[in-house]
């Protein structure tokens, strides 16, 4: 998307935005999509962005009960309810970590209270500071708020955009009951082989939200993505099973998400952040003149910016972030009782928060807010972390290894808070951006929705824990202090799989076993990557995350590819030279209509999995009641590829007139073919 735009609401206008049914309804919303959120995060390992089912269901909600709501009243709704599901997925992956070491017996309701009221604060003020940066001038495209802004508009001004992006939700939400409520067929299809002493993979989650990502980014960054994860999964995974040996999985596939997990996702974690250090210092002089421009006071005859410019004065919000760390501060002291410990720690928050905070909020710009890698950059965190505590609390203070550990985890949870927030704020602030919201007013909906979020999070983990018990090492942890008749199961313990890895870093952190060279070589490879002039984040973050997920997304991304390429072709008739300003507009009306049908499909399968995560917490098993049987693995391709042709069918529809979609897509893959052919030739002598 291109930084120069059109607002939906112009800045000459100022229509209702923060009202107190606004503000009543995103909390009530807020408190559902934050508890459905931190379920499914400790179940399933991953969240689901919340800010589009939140649009949808404040339209619902606000629609159904006044008939004078504006676009920016939805759009500041949806802001409150997404950042408490933000702000629960980087404390889950924290915050459980305390029981998984043995740290903690329960959930501690202050100290959740404190991590996430104080990680989600910093969070939303530092990228209060960058909003300009990244999403006026970097103009990223930030996929999840994109495809908000869609579902937003086709609600307010209902006609044919609203019938197609309701046509597009239903069958999102279809495909989401299939798979993920009534468990048809398999989420993900995946096989590995034998081959010449190590092994090959192939894999593909099946989610149509993935897909409509990958459209709305475009071929560009979903396939640097997919490189990464080809990288990972295709390159290093293999090299490492021939040179170390496979470990005795399950099956073949098991073994490759052993060696991912316990060795090549470090080597993603040290490409991510050589990638961070360098996109921030490449960016250093237009990060210093925005922020000169926002503390310079405009001078009286000067013009005065527009609303849709305006945020909370920058001046008052560097203050807020230092009140912040001095409270950050008080509380470390508070908790390990190290005044030193919690001076040095509370400093290092303010810089390392920020520098994370500005990585989150460029990676969700990059692939949208689910599939932002937060408990990469968490794992980051604690490397830079572990280094400070050893130094400070080992070396300095002679601590026990017991308050190492836990000084660790408080100093990494609130930067882990800080990251998982800064990337929904940004994506909500781009949907803000292009509706037209008044930036201010949106900043000051975020923190309403951050507070209910912290003060929300602490007793849902509670409940969780007591009803079920935090990942199998805590349940067993429980169980050492309990009779036996009173023993939990912990085959029914929930997964919570990045804390279990996070409590295995600091135990191994300070028991001499950590994976430096791991991280060591990702970090090599961003540094070659920056050589070769590409986008380092985006190769990392494929790194990081399972091949599965990049491929949908690359999917995605060749689709609008050849659904933009075949609007040139039937335009000007050829695919050679530049295309005409006719073609270029046709091709913009067809990427406006994929985009839409894209938000409906993640809608659709976004609101599915905060519904199936409130009934699982219900503990209602949709296939155990129905005697649901899954398909294999190519039944469930099939399935997934009449989604798939359902998605080309809608998305296509704007194409012009005059040609098979068959052919056309027939003309434009020789067309790639032949291009990519001279790409590789030696250019000719003269």
């Not at 991590?115 to 990223?140: P, W």
């Not at 400070?392 to 290894?401: H, I, M, P, R």
């Not at 530049?578 to 659709?604: D, Q, T």
């Amino acid at each position: 998307m291109s930084a120069a735009h059109s607002p939906y609401i112009p800045a000459s206008e100022s229509p209702k935005e923060l009202t107190w049914r606004v503000v009543i309804v995103g909390v009530l919303l807020g408190i559902l999509m934050t508890a459905a959120n931190a379920y499914l995060g400790l179940y399933a390992g991953m969240t689901v962005s919340a800010s589009i089912p939140a649009a949808v269901m404040s339209m619902i909600i606000l629609r159904g009960l006044f008939n004078d709501v504006s676009i920016l009243e939805n759009n500041a709704v949806q802001t409150m309810a997404s950042a408490g599901e933000s702000l629960a997925a980087g404390v889950i992956f924290t915050v459980p970590a305390m029981l998984v070491i043995g740290l903690w017996d329960g959930i501690q309701w202050f100290d959740t209270l404190m991590i996430a009221l104080l990680g989600g604060l910093l969070g939303t003020m530092f990228t209060i500071a960058l909003r300009r940066l990244f999403i006026v001038e970097e103009a990223l495209p930030y996929p999840e708020g994109v495809a908000c802004r869609e579902v937003l508009v086709a609600g307010e001004e209902g006609g044919e955009g609203a019938l197609a992006i309701l046509y597009a939700l239903g069958i999102g939400a279809i495909y989401g009951l299939m798979v993920k409520g009534f468990e048809v067929t398999h989420h993900t299809v995946e096989s590995a082989v034998g081959f010449l002493g190590t092994r090959l993979y192939a894999g593909m989650d099946l989610s149509v939200a993935l897909l409509s990502v990958g459209y709305i980014v475009g071929i560009r960054i979903a396939s640097f993505i997919f490189l990464g994860g080809v990288i990972g999964f295709g390159i290093l995974v293999p090299m490492y099973g021939l040179i170390h040996g496979w470990p005795n999985s399950t099956t073949l596939v098991d073994g490759f998400y052993d060696i991912w997990a316990e060795q090549i996702r470090y080597v993603g974690v040290g490409a991510m952040v050589v990638g961070g250090v360098y996109t921030l210092w490449s960016m250093r002089k237009t990060i210093i003149t925005g922020l000169s421009k926002a503390l310079i006071k405009t001078e009286d005859g000067d013009e005065q910016p527009l609303r849709t410019e305006i945020d909370l004065p920058l001046d008052k919000v560097i203050m807020f972030c230092g009140f912040l760390v001095l409270m950050t501060f008080l509380y470390y002291w508070y908790a390990t009782g190290s005044l030193v410990l919690a001076l040095a720690g509370a400093l290092f928050l303010g810089v390392v928060a920020f520098f994370f905070a500005a990585v989150a909020g460029y990676i969700a710009g990059v692939v949208g807010s689910s599939n932002s890698p937060v408990s990469g950059m968490t794992i980051a965190t604690l490397l830079f972390t572990v280094a400070l505590v050893w130094v400070v609390g080992d070396f300095f203070l002679g601590l026990g290894t017991e308050d190492l550990m836990l000084a660790t985890l408080l100093i990494a949870a609130v930067v882990a808070s800080s990251a998982a927030i800064a990337g929904d704020v940004m994506q909500d602030l781009k949907t803000g951006h292009m509706v037209g919201a008044t930036p201010w007013r949106q900043q000051i909906a975020e923190i309403i929705g951050v507070v209910t979020g912290a003060i929300v999070i602490g007793p849902t983990l509670a409940l969780l824990h007591n009803a079920f018990q935090i990942s199998k090492t805590a349940c067993a942890n429980t169980n050492l202090g309990l009779p036996t008749a009173e023993q939990y199961d912990c085959s029914n313990a929930l997964f919570a799989p990045q804390a279990e890895l996070i409590g295995a870093i600091i135990q191994g952190a300070f028991g001499g076993d950590l994976n430096l060279q791991m991280v060591t070589l990702g970090a090599l490879i961003a540094i070659v990557l920056i050589y070769l002039r590409m986008p380092v984040m985006s190769v990392a973050i494929g790194i990081y995350l399972p091949l599965g997920l990049s491929v949908p997304i690359m999917l995605g991304g060749i689709i609008s590819f050849f659904a933009l390429r075949t609007a040139h072709f039937r335009v000007d008739g050829t695919l050679s030279g530049k295309p005409s300003k006719k073609a270029e507009a046709a091709a913009k009306e067809v990427e406006n209509r994929g985009v839409l049908i894209g938000a409906g499909f993640i809608a659709g399968e976004s609101i599915l999995g905060v519904f199936i995560a409130v009934l699982i917490v219900l503990n209602i098993r949709l296939p155990e009641i129905f005697g649901i049987v899954t398909l294999n693995n190519l039944l469930s391709l099939v399935f997934f590829g009449w989604f798939v042709a359902v998605f080309i069918w809608l998305a296509t529809r704007a194409l012009p007139k005059g040609g098979n979609l068959l052919t056309d897509a027939v003309v434009v893959a020789t067309d790639v073919l032949v291009r990519f052919r001279a790409a590789l030739l030696p250019p000719k002598q003269v």
